[in-house]
Nanobody, 122 residues
C-alpha cells in the first residue's frame, strides 16, 4: 500500500557531491519522520540523517556540516545533499519513512526503500 523509492546514487570522486531523493507513495495520510540510513559491507546499518514533519533534523556526527537533509511534506519526498564526500561514505543508502499512517487505518508502520548504492572512489 505504501512504496518508498530512492534515486540518485552512483559513483563520485572524493570531494565530490551527490544528491539522493526518496519518494513515498500510496494512500498516505501522514508520515512522522523521514530519514536516510546507510550500510557499508560488513557493517551494521546506521542512521545518516533524519527530518521530522516539523522540520527538525538530526545528523550522524560523521556527516555533520557535509550533508543536508530536506523534505517536501506535500510530496512525501525527502532529499539528501551530500558534499565533500569521502571513501568512507561508500555504502548502500536506504530511505526510511517512520510511523506512516494510511487513510482508513489507525495503524502506524515503518517503510523502507530498496536502497541505492553510493560509491566514493577515485
Amino acid at each position: 500500500q505504501v512504496q518508498v523509492v530512492e534515486s540518485g546514487g552512483g559513483l563520485v570522486q572524493p570531494g565530490g557531491s551527490l544528491r539522493l531523493s526518496c519518494a513515498a507513495s500510496g494512500r498516505i495520510r501522514s508520515i512522522n519522520a523521514m530519514g536516510w540510513y546507510r550500510q557499508a559491507p560488513g557493517k551494521e546499518r546506521e542512521l545518516v540523517a533524519s527530518i521530522a514533519s516539523n522540520g527538525n533534523t538530526n545528523y550522524a556526527d560523521s556527516v555533520k556540516d557535509r550533508f543536508t537533509i530536506s523534505r517536501d511534506n506535500a510530496k512525501n519526498t525527502v532529499y539528501l545533499e551530500m558534499g565533500s564526500l569521502k571513501p568512507e561514505d561508500t555504502a548502500v543508502y536506504y530511505c526510511n519513512a517512520d510511523r506512516v499512517r494510511i487513510w482508513g487505518s489507525i495503524v502506524f508502520r515503518d517503510y523502507w526503500g530498496q536502497g541505492t548504492q553510493v560509491t566514493v572512489s577515485s
